[in-house]
């Protein structure tokens, strides 16, 4: 029932029903069509694929195969277009010119696989390859109204321009830039930094941290940049004395044990000892001594390992589990308040001398 409609080729426009002013030539062409008005398929396949759409031209084999619904494309090329499943305002021009597989609208894609995979609606390629947006020749984003012209470009005549316009990469020294104005002036100059930075593009140096400056003292191996009060300047990771051994009590050259104080578990690794790390100092062993209760001074600690006030540690006995202090005397004196009977003290205590 429709009318003022032409069909050239087997199943052209086999669908129609009461659709008007659509024109199909080629096997398949229009195939499907069963909604729309004033549509151009000519050539095989073309827009065999859609089912509603209006004021749509394709010509070329397989130009806009795939394409369900969609208004007013200008397709023109072979397989433009093809595979995407909808899409309206569009442009395309060349052989597979936006072929793909994303709905598009509002695009136009003008070459030799031109916008080939494009995703995004509202864009522009004038290309002849299946280049990206990045490298076409020229590409533009209608929804952005930005444009971008891989190439270099000459202009013959005058150039009017409404805003600014910005040229980077210009040559001299540092990075330059050229500025035409709205008034037509143009200017040259560097890019030059600020800030914690200084010099100009791409030679740029650090010459400070949030507003505080940095040392120019070239750093030695292994060390980290500290503040002074003044500077960030190169310094020792850690000023710390880290390289002290264990200090066996009784041994030769090392306090002496006092008041019959002895190791309990002799030559097994656990005689009394002491080291310091840095600003701790660790004192660890087992010992024991018969006699009555009371506190008595196990040994004296030489300078440099003393604490800067007394510290009291409270302990328990391994054997009868009877609790018992431990006294680090600021004049080095260890004290030890013991039990009556013998009784077995092991321990492993630390304190800051700083």
């Known amino acids: 029932t429709g009318t003022n409609n032409t069909a050239v080729g087997k199943y052209s426009l086999y669908r129609i029903n009461t659709e008007a002013e659509n024109t199909a030539v080629g096997t398949n062409s229009l195939w499907n069509l069963t909604t729309g008005d004033d549509n151009v398929g000519i050539g095989d396949d073309a827009l065999s694929s859609m089912t509603s759409g209006s004021a749509n031209v394709a010509l070329g084999e397989n130009v806009g195969t795939g394409m369900s619904s969609g208004n007013n ?74 444009i971008r012209l891989n190439a270099n470009t ?54 400070g941290i949030r507003g505080n400056p940095i040392s120019a003292t070239t750093p030695s191996v292994d060390q980290v940049l500290k503040w002074d009060g003044t500077n960030w300047s190169p310094q020792a990771d850690n000023t710390e004395d880290l390289s002290d051994t264990w200090h066996s009590v009784g041994s030769a050259g090392e306090p002496a044990f006092q008041n019959s104080w002895v190791n309990t578990f002799a030559n097994i690794d656990y005689d009394l000892m002491f080291k310091k790390v840095g600003s701790v100092v660790w004192i660890r062993g087992a010992v024991q001594k018969s006699g009555a209760s009371g506190t008595t001074t196990l040994f004296t600690l030489p300078a440099g ?22 006294v680090i005397y600021s004049n080095g004196n260890v004290d030890l308040q013991k039990g009556g009977g013998m009784h077995v003290y092991t321990f492993e205590i630390s304190y800051r001398i700083d």
């Open 73 to 146: 494309n200008v397709l023109v090329g072979r397989q433009s277009f093809m595979g995407r499943p909808s899409g309206s305002n569009n442009v395309g021009l060349g052989y597979e010119a936006g072929i793909g597989s994303d709905a598009i609208s509002g695009s136009v894609f003008v070459g030799y696989r031109a916008g080939f995979f494009e995703s995004s609606s509202n864009r522009l390629y004038i290309e002849n390859s299946n280049t990206n947006g990045s490298n076409a020749l020229i590409y533009g984003e209608f929804d952005n109204d930005s």
């Open 305 to 326: 390992y003393r604490p800067g006030k007394n510290t009291n540690v409270r302990q328990l006995s391994i054997v009868f589990s009877n609790p018992y202090e431990i």
């Open 154 to 207: 000459y202009v013959k005549n005058d150039l009017t321009v409404g805003n600014d316009v910005l040229f980077e990469n210009l040559s001299g020294s540092g990075t330059r830039m050229a500025i035409i104005n709205d008034n037509g002036n143009l200017s040259t100059q560097t890019l030059a930094s600020g800030g914690d930075l200084s010099g100009n593009f791409p030679n740029l140096s650090v010459q």
